[in-house]
């Protein structure tokens, strides 16, 4: 019970930090709105289909989420209360206080590239409203639970910015491929138990990555 309130207390913590500066919400949002203009004005007059639409939705949230999300760690670093943290807060409460974090942050991100790509593109209707949902609630678990260990890795290194990318790639890209599949899926209309098998490979990775990342995090946070 003292876990769950101090875990509870730290997303709070990062919640109320977060709004305060607001350093990782207008990364995201500037990030947002620069990635689909420009995609908008590549397309001009085209209209693109499903499969593509579904493909640049999850591009630009990828990249969207590498501008923020390893600010939950990093962050940590800069104002040198990582140490701090470390002593008044056990490996499993700053682990699961960050990802519920980063959950709810990706979350908001999701639901703002929605928002802006049913405003600019005529052809992002989504026909198949639960399959949509499903994807987008286990993809932004799946990328959080990601996104969470390797900013813990980064954190102490110089090169943040550039190698943040570079290692949730090539982890995250069987995540993107599946909710990619699925989101087509949702705008082709197509009935909820067509997206089954890209649930269970979602779920898979998000319950393999979740526990790999808690079992791996204490060594991660303290060498």
């Given at each position: 019970m003292s876990e769950l309130l101090s875990t509870y207390a730290l997303v709070l913590k990062d919640f109320r930090?977060?709004?305060?500066?607001?350093?990782a919400i207008n990364a995201l949002t500037?990030?947002?709105?620069?990635a689909v203009a420009v995609i908008m004005f590549a397309l001009r007059e085209e209209t693109p289909g499903n499969?593509?639409?579904a493909g640049m939705f999850w591009v630009v949230v990828f990249f969207t989420g590498m501008s923020g999300l390893s600010r939950s760690f990093?962050?940590?670093e800069e104002r040198g209360t990582s140490l701090t943290l470390q002593l008044v807060a056990s490996s499993t409460v700053v682990y699961f206080g960050k990802l519920l974090f980063n959950v709810g942050l990706t979350l908001a991100m999701v639901l703002a590239v929605t928002i802006l790509y049913m405003i600019v593109f005529s052809g992002f209707v989504i026909q198949t409203f639960s399959i949509f949902v499903v994807t987008v609630v286990l993809g932004s678990t799946g990328l959080a639970s990601a996104a969470t260990i390797i900013a813990a890795i980064i954190?102490?290194?110089?090169?943040r910015?550039?190698?943040?990318?570079?290692?949730?790639?090539?982890?995250?890209?069987v995540l993107l491929m599946t909710v990619m599949s699925a989101t087509a899926k949702a705008l082709d209309g197509m009935e909820l138990a067509a997206a089954y098998g890209d649930f269970v490979?979602?779920?898979s990775y998000s319950l393999v990555m979740t526990a790999g990342s808690w079992i791996l995090f204490d060594y991660v946070w303290k060498d």
């Open positions: 930090s977060e709004l305060r500066t607001r350093y500037m990030f947002v709105v620069t499969d593509v639409l990093v962050s940590e954190a102490k290194a110089n090169t910015g550039t190698l943040y990318p570079v290692l949730s790639f090539p982890i995250l890209i490979v979602l779920v």
